[in-house]
């Protein structure tokens, strides 16, 4: 059976930094293609991070150059490495495994962790 | 970026009742969309892809169509357990979802 399940959430001051871990079972991190959504309280989703199987990695924006998403293959888990957290990256983080990309797109599949929860407060 | 703007942002049916719900993107994204629904505390479930592929295990009530710009989710005979929230998403280029459509029911 395929499952994901996130940790490392938590309470962090603006400008720090904190690791979030996500435990893949039932398939191999390092076959597909694996990302990071969040979704700030209230809000939509919004797409962080996006690691290829071979090992690419891509951003968006609002994280760029603060986040690093990146895998381990003997522990079959993914990570994000998010530093100089600020307020507005509040929001319960996603592990999700990509359906397969072609041509540029990255076709979503259904299999999602729970989300772990990072709030950004003084 | 491509935005994809959903409409309406929330809506009232009653049990039975047909359900369509709107979303248009910036530019084209051909037949890459995806539609969401999310209860409360919950993570997103995928319903549809490809704009109208339906995704395993979910009941055929579900319907998605469009292409280019325009895209559509129906729900034929909306039921008590379709409460909840829903996104569609384009993957053209990066991923980017729609604000969300609050569907309650009457």
């Known amino acids: 059976e395929v499952q994901l399940v996130e940790s490392g959430g938590g309470l962090i001051h603006p400008g720090g930094s904190l690791k979030l871990s996500c435990a893949a079972s039932g398939f191999n991190v390092i076959d597909n293609y694996m990302r990071w959504v969040r979704q700030a309280p209230g809000k939509g989703l919004e797409w962080v991070s996006l690691i290829f199987r071979g090992g690419d990695t891509y951003y968006a924006d609002s994280v760029k150059g603060r986040f690093t998403i990146s895998r381990d293959s003997s522990k079959n888990m993914v990570y994000l490495q998010m530093n100089r957290l600020r307020a507005e990256d509040t929001a319960v983080y996603y592990c999700?495994?990509?359906?397969?990309?072609?041509?540029?797109?990255?076709?979503?599949?259904?299999?999602w962790g729970q989300g772990t929860l990072v709030t950004v407060s003084s | 970026d491509i935005q994809m703007t959903q409409s309406p942002s929330t809506l009232s049916a009653s049990v039975g009742a047909r359900v369509t719900i709107t979303c248009r993107a910036s530019k084209s994204v051909t037949a890459w969309v995806a539609w969401w629904q999310q209860k409360p505390g919950k993570a997103p479930n995928l319903l549809i892809y490809?704009?109208?592929t339906l995704e395993p295990g979910v009941p055929s009530r579900f319907s998605g169509s469009g292409s280019g710009t325009e895209f559509t989710l129906t729900i034929s005979r909306l039921q008590p357990d379709d409460s909840a929230t829903y996104y569609c998403?384009?993957?053209?280029?990066?991923?980017?979802f729609g604000q969300g459509t609050k569907v309650e029911i009457k």
């Open positions: 999700a495994r990509d359906r397969y990309c072609r041509d540029g797109s990255c076709i979503p599949s259904d299999f």
């Open positions: 490809d704009a109208s």
């Open positions: 998403q384009q993957y053209d280029s990066d991923w980017t």
